[in-house]
């Protein structure tokens, strides 16, 4: 059982890096460290995706 557990934390953790899960859960950690209100949810989503829109990474050429 041990082995399958270890497998599932695994898998669990990259789904959470892959998806971006992770991400929300380190700047909520960071406000509570620095006192900050945090942003909703949905605030946090819609500035980073216009932060990866905008880039000059995300641009092609």
Known sequence: ??????I???LHWYV???TGEAKWDEYVAEC???G???MTRREFE???DHQREHSPRA???
């Open 1 to 6: 059982m041990n082995g399958i557990t270890r």
């Open 8 to 10: 599932a934390r695994t």
């Open 16 to 18: 959470r890096q892959f």
């Open 32 to 34: 509570a460290t620095t």
């Open 36 to 38: 900050e209100r945090p």
């Open 46 to 48: 819609h500035r980073r």
């Open 59 to 61: 641009q092609c050429c």
